[in-house]
């Protein structure tokens, strides 16, 4: 579990999640909405298009101002609510 980005609105952590024989092949990203209270866990093609919006995000400088509104359009998608332990 890696922390990715943390802004007053969302924060992103990567996943990776070992089989059983102990090799990183599954993983995901969990996309936390502050503001809404709401939570999603992205995985598989959902995830692969993430990362490459986050990657194009950062080669373009000029965009880097615009992960919220990025990230906005996954955590829309959100239906978890939020549940602090």
């Known amino acids: ?3 990715l980005y943390n802004s007053d ?3 992103v952590v990567q996943f990776d999640l070992p ?4 090799e ?3 993983g995901g990203y969990e996309i936390v909405d502050k503001t809404a209270r709401r939570e999603i866990f ?4 959902v995830a692969e298009s993430f990362k490459l919006g986050v990657q194009a995000l950062v080669d373009n400088e000029a965009a880097a101002d615009g ?3 990025f ?3 996954y955590a829309l ?3 978890q609510p939020l549940t602090l332990h």
Do not use: S
Request: no cysteine; proline share 0%; glycine share 8%.
């Open 67 to 69: 992960f919220d509104d």
């Open 42 to 45: 992205i995985e598989g093609a």
């Open 71 to 73: 990230i906005e359009t």
């Open 1 to 3: 579990m890696q922390m």
């Open 24 to 26: 990183l092949t599954r």
């Open 19 to 22: 089989t059983e024989a102990g």
């Open 9 to 11: 609105n969302f924060v």
């Open 77 to 79: 998608l959100a239906q």
